[in-house]
């Protein structure tokens, strides 16, 4: 299944994909066998209310497609799409988690993840412009899996770590290097608004395979500037839903962004710094493209 947020008349609204075209979630849902006990108004909603059982939701789902089909919205590639979760309560980063970027860093592999936090505002949908180039002359990419929960979790053991993760988006993490190295806080450079494009759709584990084996790619202008597979972390993705919800509540919607292989512009040399015009996409396979100008 395939959850995105799309734009309909001003107002964002969840859909999901079938074959190439949009459904209303809302409208699939309304008046169904069994009433939703809260309106689903969005990405999140949708989790918190069927995210324990995403399998018998897309079931639903297809099924009410076929008996209203006045719900499709249009062609996907037709519509404005914005990040799969727009309100997540929490977005979760976590650094130096492949050992060929912690490499390129000079550091030390490390022997706990790396965590820090950005902000629902930093997120922008998967072909909106990244407007961060009037405030910094070092913006940089870091192309990343992100992990979106799909029910609340605290303490999980690793073997079932994966059983509360709904799915998988793909996230740009651009990083405004001369903020983030002002200080000893990553933040000023990582939580920059309307920085960091997420999407095109979150994408359940049923569909993807595999999480640790995603061949993941970005590229500048055309170029290839990072290549990589998930297999390559250090900490894979049960360990890091493990590690974080040993201190921290992790609730339907919150995003876990997984960290970047090397490559970024950073440690070229020259540095490679995305300046206005530059057209910057990241590919996750099984997940999506993201595709971004720089402005």
């Known amino acids: 299944m395939k959850l995105v947020s799309f734009n309909s008349a001003g107002s964002w609204r969840p859909g999901v994909v079938l074959g190439s075209g949009v459904f209303n979630v809302e409208m699939l849902l309304k008046g169904g066998s069994s009433a939703d006990t809260h309106r689903i108004s969005s ?17 639903r789902l297809i099924a009410a497609a076929r008996e209203k089909p006045q719900a499709e919205i249009g062609p996907l590639d037709t519509l404005r799409l914005g990040p799969p979760v727009l309100n997540p309560a929490k977005v979760l980063c976590i650094g130096l988690n492949y050992n060929d970027h912690v490499a390129e860093t000079g550091r030390a592999l490390p022997s706990h993840p790396d965590v820090f936090a950005k902000f629902a505002s930093t997120l922008i949908g998967p072909y909106d412009e990244v407007r961060c180039s009037n405030i910094t002359q070092n913006l940089d990419f870091e192309g990343e899996l992100a992990i979106v929960i799909g029910r609340e979790c605290r303490a999980v053991a690793v073997e079932n ?15 405004a290097r001369d903020l983030q190295y002002r200080g000893t806080q990553w933040l000023p450079g990582k939580a920059v608004d309307a920085s960091t494009p997420c999407g095109p759709a979150l994408v359940t584990l049923d569909e993807v395979g595999d999480v640790q084996n995603l061949d993941i790619e970005t590229r500048v202008n055309g170029v290839q500037v990072q290549a990589s597979n998930t297999r390559y972390m250090i900490f894979p993705v049960r360990e890091l839903v493990t590690y974080i919800s040993y201190f921290l509540t992790l609730s339907p919607g919150d995003i876990i962004t997984t960290g970047t292989p090397q490559g970024i512009g950073a440690k070229r040399q020259p540095p490679l710094w995305l300046k206005p015009g530059d057209t910057v996409e990241v590919e996750l396979q099984h997940v999506g493209v993201l595709r971004n100008i720089v402005r």
């Open 43 to 59: 990405v999140r909603d949708l989790l918190c209310e069927h995210g324990a059982a995403l399998p018998k939701l897309s079931e």
């Open 161 to 175: 770590a994966l059983d509360f993760v709904a799915g998988v988006t793909v996230l740009n993490d651009v990083t």
